[in-house]
């Protein structure tokens, strides 16, 4: 019965910032779409799901590493796996999600396929900031993160 939006966050990704998701939950209210996602750019987008856009720039779908072909896996922009949906949609929507993938598994992004299948508005929203994005899944990237933070935090603070 819930009719508000539902925001969507991946727990190992501790670098991002707030106003980055302010940016997401504004761009999906102005938008009005039915989702809206949090998207980068990487140099070695090796391991992520690729943002497909069509001819006019607009997502088309998001497709998985392992189920990508070499063409799809050229593309530098990914899914960060943050999003904002509409809550009733969403899980009318959710059934509709199958597992017919080389994982045997069931997408969240496939969500967005389903919307754009259907002519619904899908607003990505690109973040230049690649380092907020990075996902912590091993001890070398919680290393990095730690530095990254130590670093934010000595730039936060007045010079003594």
Same mark, same amino acid.
């Given at each position: 019965d819930y009719e508000g939006d539902v925001l969507v966050l991946s727990g190992d990704v501790p670098l991002l910032q707030p106003a980055t998701l302010k940016r997401l939950i504004?761009?999906?209210?102005? /938008?009005?779409?039915?989702?809206? +996602?949090?998207? *980068?750019?990487?140099?070695? =987008?090796?391991?992520?799901?690729? &943002? %497909?856009?069509?001819?006019?720039?607009?997502?088309?779908? &998001?497709?998985e590493e392992k189920d990508a #072909?070499? /063409?799809?896996?050229?593309?530098?922009?990914? #899914?960060?796996?943050?999003?904002?949906?509409?809550?009733?949609? +969403?899980?009318? *929507?959710? =059934?509709? %999600? *199958?597992?017919? #993938?080389r994982q045997g598994e069931y997408y969240l992004p496939d969500v967005v396929k389903i919307y754009v299948d259907r002519g619904e508005k899908v607003a990505p929203l690109l973040t230049e900031d690649v380092e907020e994005t990075h996902g912590i899944n091993t001890v070398e990237q919680l290393k990095h993160a730690e530095a990254l933070l130590l670093e934010r935090e000595r730039q936060a603070s007045p010079a003594s």
């Open positions: 504004d761009k999906h209210a102005s /938008e009005g779409a039915l989702a809206t +996602l949090l998207t *980068t750019r990487m140099e070695d =987008p090796t391991g992520y799901g690729r &943002i %497909v856009r069509d001819k006019n720039g607009m997502v088309e779908q &998001i497709v #072909n070499e /063409e799809v896996r050229r593309i530098d922009e990914i #899914n960060v796996g943050i999003y904002v949906f509409k809550a009733k949609t +969403l899980f009318e *929507t959710l =059934p509709q %999600v *199958t597992n017919n #993938n």
